[in-house]
């Protein structure tokens, strides 16, 4: 039952019964309160998570409480596993944005994991090489586009797998602000010219996309 219920969500779809029962079999349960860290950067790296319910925001903090929101995860998403494979400690910070419930895998467990099954090693390099792609293209977005063109572009990453017509999200300005790794002033300047431009509307923070069009090629697409 569970297992046909996890079969629904991105990175279980491509794992056979067999792999998933393996999963299973070694994973903890933990339940975050909304607001709750589940570790910090620096951390000493000893388990892998995967995300069964709610949504875990990544991100970093810089010099003086400057953040940087590299990503939200949700149903399906893993994360830790940069610090078991690598460098020991945490390279970012992860926290429940909502009640979130993980899976819980040991350091040695995850490496039998890797060891021992193939599309589940499969499916972790997929997703390494999408996030780092999705990282290179943040960095030349940084060097390259204004304001405008990046929070056109964080708009539509953060909108994906929102499915209605028109596109609606919830997310407040400071998220906005935070996932662009800038302050609040300058991405509500942003949001007031695209409200202009009548490309989105923004209202008690809900975020509804009128014109995906050019949304797009304000984002370089
Ligand atoms: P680790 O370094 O162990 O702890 C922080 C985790 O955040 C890291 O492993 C990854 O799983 C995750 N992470 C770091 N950077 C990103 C990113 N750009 N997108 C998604 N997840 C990330």
Known sequence: MVTSLLK???????????????IFSIAGIKIYAP???????????????????GRIKIFTTVGG??????????????????????GRVRSASAQAMEESELFVISRKNFKRLICENPDFSLKLLHTLADRLHKANKEVESMLFHNILGRLAEAILELSKDKHTKPVKMAIDQNELAQYLGTTRVPVCRAINTLKRGGIIDYRRGELVILNQARLQSMAGN
């Open 35 to 53: 607001g709750q860290m589940v570790f910090a950067k620096e951390d000493l790296g000893n388990n892998f998570f995967i995300v069964k319910t």
């Open 65 to 86: 409480g400057k953040k940087k929101t590299f990503a939200y995860l949700k149903k399906g998403d893993f994360f830790g596993e940069m610090s078991l494979l690598g």
């Open 8 to 22: 629904q969500v991105s990175f279980f779809k491509d794992l056979s019964n067999g792999d998933i029962r393996k």
